[in-house]
């Protein structure tokens, strides 16, 4: 159930709508925007007389709200969230953000070097896998903590907060005290026991879609973190599995406007896991900031073909300056800056 007050309630009758609302076994959620305050019930709301409500000074109306997840709803928190990622990049405003790097950190000359082209050329913040889920159990796992490390120097050298995947609670705590912004990979979209750690978190979560998860299961895992206690949670777009095979994934670019209408959290858009092809990478880029996603997160390494992981869906860091520059031409035409 949402309530949504009068645009000139007091704050008596703020108080009065809460108790009435708690009197019926719920928890208050109380969200204050630029233009409306809206009050949501967590819990069972069967117990809240809807008419009594309706009618108590301050209130302008009363709806019911049937999706299961409330937090990450739009209807209990209608304007848009911005994310602050450190350093002054932010997820969910006017400004693009544009997370950059490569796949997997191979060295400190690699992952140094990317990250002072890509901050050069505009990014707002270094992506780099420290740890690797791979299909194949031979391939090459990343480097672990060492990765974690050299994400470090990178951003000591740069100042670009870094972004990078956890696969286990296990790291959780390493992970709070050392990087800026935890990716949660689509094959752990639904690792439930993970999510609710995070959730224990005070770092900016970025979200990735499941292979095969629906948007509302996609909400229901950003719910797992949000309920937690942690609302800094990003959405990311990154392609799903569907019966095509010419593309790795198929890349869903309605996602992102569906998601808009359905939840006030920020969604960024990964082209280069989508279509796992790099000459693909820059019109996907260009489509995903048309379609309305808040960001891009893309994969560049200086040397693609002897890349440890993912060199054929990977750009240089000539190719994504040209691209950037595509991208700040392109953005004010949908109400955006680069």
């Not at 972004?163 to 439930?192: K, L, P, W, Y």
């Not at 989508?274 to 260009?286: N, T």
Request: glycine share 10%; net charge negative.
């Amino acid at each position: 159930m949402v309530v949504i007050m009068k645009r000139d309630f007091t704050g008596e009758q703020l108080e009065q709508a809460i108790r009435t609302m708690e009197a019926g076994g719920v928890k208050v959620m109380v969200s204050k925007g630029s233009e409306t305050t809206i009050l949501g019930a967590e819990g069972n709301a069967a117990g809240i007389n809807q008419e009594e409500l309706s009618l108590l000074p301050g209130v302008e109306r009363v709806m019911r709200v049937t999706e299961p997840y409330k937090k990450s709803n739009r209807k209990y928190h209608p304007d848009d969230t911005v994310i602050d990622l450190g350093g002054g990049a932010l997820v969910g405003g006017k400004k693009l953000a544009v997370i950059a790097g490569p796949c997997s950190v191979e060295s400190e000359e690699q992952i140094v070097g990317v990250a002072q082209a890509v901050k050069q050329a505009g990014a707002s913040a270094l992506r780099g896998g420290a740890f690797k889920p791979r299909t194949s159990p031979y391939a090459f796992q990343g480097m672990g903590n060492d990765g974690i490390r050299l994400l470090q120097e990178a951003r000591a050298v740069t100042g670009l907060p870094i972004v990078t995947e956890i696969m286990s609670t296990d790291n959780v705590e390493m992970f709070e005290m050392c990087v800026d912004v935890i990716q949660v990979g689509a094959r752990n979209m639904q690792n439930f026991d993970l999510l609710k750690q995070l959730g224990k978190t005070t770092k900016p979560i970025l979200l990735k879609r499941g292979l095969s998860s629906t948007i509302e299961e996609w909400l229901m895992s950003a719910e797992y973190i949000m309920a937690g206690g942690n609302e800094r949670v990003i959405l990311c777009e990154r392609g799903i599995r569907t019966f095509e095979t010419f593309t790795r994934n198929t890349l869903d670019l309605s996602a992102v406007l569906a998601v808009k209408q359905l939840s006030h959290l920020p969604v960024v858009v990964d082209p280069s896991h989508a279509c796992g092809k790099a000459w693909m990478v820059e019109r996907m880029s260009q489509a995903a900031v048309a379609a309305g996603a808040d960001g891009l997160i893309i994969e560049v390494h200086n040397d693609p073909p002897h890349a440890l992981c993912d060199g054929a869906q990977s750009i240089t860091p000539e190719q994504f300056e040209d691209l950037m520059g595509k991208l700040r031409t392109l953005a004010p035409c949908v109400g955006r800056e680069l």
